[in-house]
Each structure stands twice: as structure tokens, then as C-alpha cells.
Nanobody, 121 residues
Framework: QVQMVESGGGLVQAGGSLRLSCTAS????????MGWFRQAPGKEREMVAC????????YIAYSVQGRFTISRDDTQNTLYLQMNSLKPEDTAMYYC??????????????WGQGTQVTVSS
């Protein structure tokens, strides 16, 4: 059984930083592309960042470029999202996802339960 557990969300003031973590079990983690998605109330879910297996490729959404960094530690089956210079518009539920293609995060096979990020102005 695949489990993916996010942590690190919370309430932060604008300009602050948070680091999200996602630890996965029950899958061959290193073979999966891993991504972060977010969904704000009343909005569609969007991909924030994706990192391929073996860290060959990374994708960062334009809206967070220069502020967010995605990384992975395959020895710990853990995915990270470092979020700096946070803005109120970054407020959303953040989800990690695993894509068996290994190369992209377009069609995730597994999802975490989400962690809330709230940025106050």
C-alpha cells in the first residue's frame, strides 16, 4: 500500500519561508517523478514543481520561479519544496504526487493528503 505524507505547512507572514516535506512508502520511490501541486479555494489544482527520477529534469511554475525550489532525497524517500519570499497568493493546500512515468508529473498515480499553507499579508 502506497502512502505519501506531507508535512511542513502552516501560517507564515508574507516574505517568510516554509519547507514542505513528503515522505513516501510502498513504492520504488527512485523510479517515480515527484511533484508538488496546490489548490486554492475556488481554483483549479495547479502543478507547482516537478522533479524527474534521477533528478534529470525539474519544472518550476512561472508564478513561483526564483522563490520555490524542489528537491528529493532518494535515500530517505522524501521530497522537499523550499518556499521563500512567500506571498498571500501562495495560500493553498499543497499536495505531493508520484508519477510512475518517471519523467514528468502530468499523470500522477499517487497523492498525499495535503498540507495547508497560509500566507498572511
Amino acid at each position: 500500500q502506497v502512502q505519501m505524507v506531507e508535512s511542513g505547512g502552516g501560517l507564515v507572514q508574507a516574505g517568510g519561508s516554509l519547507r514542505l516535506s513528503c515522505t513516501a512508502s510502498g513504492l520504488v520511490y527512485a523510479q517515480y517523478a515527484m511533484g508538488w501541486f496546490r489548490q486554492a479555494p475556488g481554483k483549479e489544482r495547479e502543478m507547482v514543481a516537478c522533479i524527474s527520477s534521477s533528478e534529470v529534469r525539474t519544472y518550476i511554475a512561472y508564478s513561483v520561479q526564483g522563490r520555490f525550489t524542489i528537491s528529493r532525497d532518494d535515500t530517505q524517500n522524501t521530497l522537499y519544496l523550499q518556499m521563500n519570499s512567500l506571498k498571500p497568493e501562495d495560500t493553498a493546500m499543497y499536495y505531493c504526487a508520484a508519477d510512475a512515468s518517471g519523467g514528468s508529473c502530468r499523470t500522477p498515480n499517487y497523492w498525499g493528503q495535503g498540507t495547508q499553507v497560509t500566507v498572511s499579508s
